[in-house]
């Protein structure tokens, strides 16, 4: 089985302060990571992942993610968050040995204030 | 040129009924998905096609019938909708196993 953690329902940030979103996994094996952002009324999009290589990943808008084995976390961060930033933010995990179901975590929504 | 798209954005229907949703990707993946996002913003996947072979059939009821005429369209067809169908459908693709899913802007079901 396969699961993800997202520990926060809320995050609330002032612009230019950084930015954290945590994420814990569940995964037998190795794990294939992503990050999604969704807006109002939009479809998830997607901002970084996970694969092999580099455990610090970077990504669209300025962010990235720290994969840390040990801790099963991949937290996503952005050092200096920006009011637009404000939007619901959810982690996603796969197993390597399962091709093609994603499980994602129940979601962080992110307030980022002026 | 729009990557993902579906139609309807909206569907208002009644309970009983038998509605669709369709969705389509320009972007010439293999693989096509159906999730469901509840009221708290929950994502569950309920199926999943590649080269228009379902490969992932998660615990849907089976009023929920997915199909695929080909790669760049997969359509969700429900039958005797309930109360507790009302949520936002969302359709997504992706190249393949290790890649990214591209999410559509998503159907919202209200069933009254």
């Known amino acids: 089985a396969q699961s993800v953690a997202q520990p926060e329902d809320q995050v609330n940030v002032a612009e230019g302060n950084p930015l954290t979103v945590k994420c814990t996994y569940s995964v037998s094996g190795n794990p294939y990571l992503f990050w999604y952002v969704q807006y109002p009324n939009r479809g998830l999009q997607f901002l970084l992942k996970y694969i092999t290589g580099d455990n610090l990943v970077k990504g669209s808008y300025g962010f990235e993610a720290e994969f840390n084995k040990s801790q099963t976390s991949f937290h996503l961060k952005k050092p200096s968050a920006l009011v637009s930033d404000s939007a619901l933010y959810f982690c996603a995990v796969r197993a390597r040995y399962n091709d093609y179901k994603l499980s994602f975590g129940a979601g962080t929504t992110v307030t980022v204030r002026a | ?112």
């Open chain 2, 1 to 112: 040129d729009t990557a993902v798209s579906q139609t309807p954005k909206y569907l208002v229907t009644q309970m009983g009924n038998d509605k669709s949703i369709k969705c389509e990707q320009n972007l010439g993946h293999d693989t096509m998905y159906w999730y469901k996002q509840d009221s708290k913003k929950f994502l569950k996947i309920m199926f999943s096609y590649n080269n228009k072979e379902l490969i992932i059939n998660e615990t849907v009821p089976n009023r929920f019938s997915p199909k695929s005429p080909d790669k760049a369209h997969l359509n969700l067809h429900i039958n005797s909708l309930e109360l507790g169908d009302s949520a936002v459908y969302f359709c997504a693709s992706s190249q393949d196993r290790q890649s990214e899913q591209f999410f559509g802007p998503g159907t919202r079901l209200t069933v009254l």
